[in-house]
């Protein structure tokens, strides 16, 4: 494709790829003398806003307006400017794999439990934000090795999102959510926690069954220095003894800790969260 012809008031010739040629746009002078340009060849250029899909064939001077003025239509659905970019620019590519809006975003509220904030029909699997594209692109969640006897669990939690702040900082941030009823149904159930003289009791009369041992946890309290273990009944943990495969246990929504377009992450994991988001929903953070 033949590249654009950006003349300045020095007579400057400049031959831009789009990206250059936004850049000049954007600083509204030549990059080699600073004078103002001139004169643009061919004499229109298209600009875009992706968030909306909002483009225009503007001439030169428009065209440096809409890039430092945003986006007109954005602005009257949103009261805010939207970045315009020139089409074909990778920071047009960029926002329209970033440009997202939570149509798909979960009303949960109805999954609360009357007037007990502390409580709700969810389970979470948190997780970082490579483990949470990895079980995307898997549609899987791997049981591993957990508690006393090691036995393979996915791990859970019932914590609502308002009281998971510490649950976040060890996990993750991300969570992929499930329905109890349907954890349940699938032989879930909340994690067991046994002090250790009932531990050894039960040693003594024979022990667990083998279907009861993925869920067992010994439980230590955490106030003497000699202490082995720590109590982890803070977690509100639920365990499921195997895999959790999303075509037979299907997520009712992935949790994200804020909106698609603000994440600092990998430009195809937004790409892939995209795609995951609109299949699944999306349930935010509130804060």
Not at 19 to 39: Q, V, Y
Not at 116 to 130: M, V
Request: glycine content about 6%.
């Amino acid at each position: 494709m033949k590249r654009r012809v950006v003349i300045c008031e020095n007579g400057h010739s400049i031959y831009p790829y789009t990206d250059e040629l936004e850049d000049i746009l954007e600083m509204t002078s030549c990059p080699i003398c600073g004078g103002e340009i001139e004169s643009v060849t061919p004499p229109t250029i298209e600009v875009g806003c992706p968030l909306c899909n909002w483009s225009d064939r503007a001439n030169l001077n428009d065209a440096i307006c809409w890039i430092h003025e945003g986006c007109p239509n954005c602005q009257k659905i949103e009261e805010e400017h939207s970045k315009v970019h020139l089409v074909g620019s990778s920071g047009h590519t960029l926002s329209s794999i970033k440009a997202y809006r939570t149509v798909t975003e979960k009303d949960i509220s109805g999954l609360t439990k009357g007037t007990r904030p502390d409580y709700w029909e969810i389970l979470i699997h948190f997780c970082n934000i490579d483990e949470l594209v990895s079980i995307l692109d898997k549609r899987k969640i791997l049981a591993h090795n957990t508690g006393y006897f090691k036995l393979p669990a996915v791990c859970l939690t019932e914590t609502p999102l308002d009281f998971a702040n510490n649950l976040r900082k060890v996990h993750g941030n991300y969570g992929v959510a499930f329905k109890k009823s349907t954890i349940i149904r699938n032989g879930g159930m909340p994690a067991i926690y046994i002090i250790p003289p009932l531990m050894e009791a039960q040693k003594k009369n024979g022990g667990f069954c083998d279907q009861i041992k993925p869920f067992i946890n010994i439980l230590r309290l955490n106030d003497k220095p000699t202490s082995k273990k720590y109590d982890f009944l803070h977690e509100r943990e639920w365990r499921i003894d195997k895999d959790i495969e999303f075509d037979k246990i299907s997520p009712i929504g992935i949790v994200m800790p804020e909106a698609l377009n603000a994440l600092s992450v990998k430009t195809n994991y937004i790409e892939k969260l995209q795609e995951y988001l609109y299949e699944f929903g999306e349930i935010r953070m509130t804060r």
